[in-house]
C-alpha cells in the first residue's frame, strides 16, 4: 500500500496516544525513572508506547515496529526490514517532567532507510504536522488543514537567521557555531521534532541539535521538513540515515529550511 494510505489511521493513533499523554500531563501523577542510557522515561511514554504499538501491529500485521521503548532489537535483525514503523511515543520527556507543555508523539513510516511517512502530533496544543513522500507536508489545527513550506532564505537577504534553541539549553553554545557575520534570532520551544517542525513551516531558519538522539528522534520530521522545502543533515551536511549500523544513535545535526544556502560557510568550521 501506498503511504498515504496510512495517513488519517497514523494521525488517528498518534491522537488517542497524545490524549493518554496529555491526561497523564494534566493529573501530574507519573512514575519517572532513568533507563540505562542516561535518559528519562515516564509512566506516559510506556503508555503512549503501549498505544502506538499495539495499533500499529493491528493496522499492518505485517510490518515491524521499532520505537524507542523497545529498540534493543539487534542489526542482524533489523537489516533485513524493507519496511517498518519508527516511534518515539514522547519525544521531550525532559519537557514532560519540567511542565513546559512542550513535547509530541511521532511515528514515521521508513523504506529502504529513507522515511516516506511522517506524523508529529503535539498533545497540549493538539496541533498535527505530517508529511508524505512526494506529496508535501501539512498542518492541521482546530479542524483545519493547510500545506506548509520552509522559508527559502536568498544569500544576499540572510544576514539575520532565526534559530530554534530549546529550553534548558545555552544560546551561546549555538550561537557560536555560526559565522559572526550573521545575526541571530532566538525562537524558544522544546522538542527536537517540534523544533524541526517550525523549521517546516517557515517559523524558523535553523536548529542545530548537538548531543545525542536517537533516529526515533528525526525520522518523522526529517520527511516532513523535506517535504516542505528543507532539509535534515549531520554537521557535515550529509543526509540522515535510518536502519544501516548497529547504533541507533543520530550523529549531531542541523535542520535548515533553505537547503540552497551555503551552509558550509555560514556554519563555523571547527
Known amino acids: 500500500m501506498k503511504p498515504e494510505s496510512y495517513v488519517d489511521q497514523v494521525i488517528e493513533i498518534a491522537t488517542l496516544a497524545g490524549k493518554k499523554i496529555r491526561e497523564i500531563y ?23 508506547h503501549e498505544i502506538i504499538t499495539t495499533a500499529l501491529k493491528l493496522l499492518t500485521p505485517d510490518i515491524p515496529v521499532l520505537s524507542e521503548e523497545d529498540a534493543e532489537i539487534p542489526f542482524s535483525e533489523r537489516c533485513d526490514w524493507q519496511r517498518y514503523w519508527l516511534v518515539d511515543p514522547l519525544d ?5 517532567i519540567a511542565g513546559s507543555g512542550d513535547f509530541s508523539v511521532i511515528i514515521a513510516l521508513v523504506e529502504h532507510n529513507r522515511p516516506i511517512l511522517g506524523v508529529v502530533y503535539a498533545p497540549m496544543t493538539e496541533v498535527c504536522y505530517y508529511g508524505i513522500a512526494g506529496l508535501g507536508s501539512y498542518k492541521r489545527k482546530d479542524g483545519a488543514e493547510v500545506r506548509i513550506c520552509s522559508k527559502q532564505l536568498m544569500s544576499e537577504t540572510s544576514d539575520s537567521l532565526r534559530l530554534a534553541v530549546s529550553r534548558r539549553q545555552d544560546p ?12 541571530c534570532e532566538l525562537v524558544v520551544l522544546g522538542g527536537a521534532a517540534l523544533k524541526s517542525c517550525l523549521i517546516a513551516e517557515g517559523r524558523a531558519d535553523c536548529y542545530v541539535r548537538i548531543g ?11 520527511i516532513i521538513v523535506e517535504e516542505a522545502g528543507g532539509q535534515i543533515m549531520d554537521l557535515n551536511l550529509q543526509p540522515l540515515s535510518y536502519n544501516e549500523r548497529e547504533s541507533l544513535e543520530n550523529p549531531n545535526f542541523i535542520v535548515v529550511g533553505a537547503p540552497a544556502l551555503e551552509w558550509d560557510q555560514i556554519l563555523v568550521n571547527e
Not at 512514575?31 to 510506556?46: F, G, H, M, Q, Y
Not at 551561546?172 to 545575526?183: A, E, P, R, T, Y
Open 26 to 48: 494534566l493529573q501530574g501523577d507519573f512514575e519517572r525513572e532513568i533507563k540505562s542510557d542516561n535518559t528519562p522515561v515516564t509512566s506516559a511514554d510506556l503508555a503512549a
Open 92 to 96: 521531550g520527556t525532559g519537557e514532560f
Open 172 to 183: 551561546q553554545s549555538v550561537i557560536k557555531l555560526f559565522n559572526q557575520n550573521k545575526h
Open 212 to 222: 545525542p538522539t536517537g533516529e526515533w528522534d528525526t525520522g518523522a520530521a526529517q
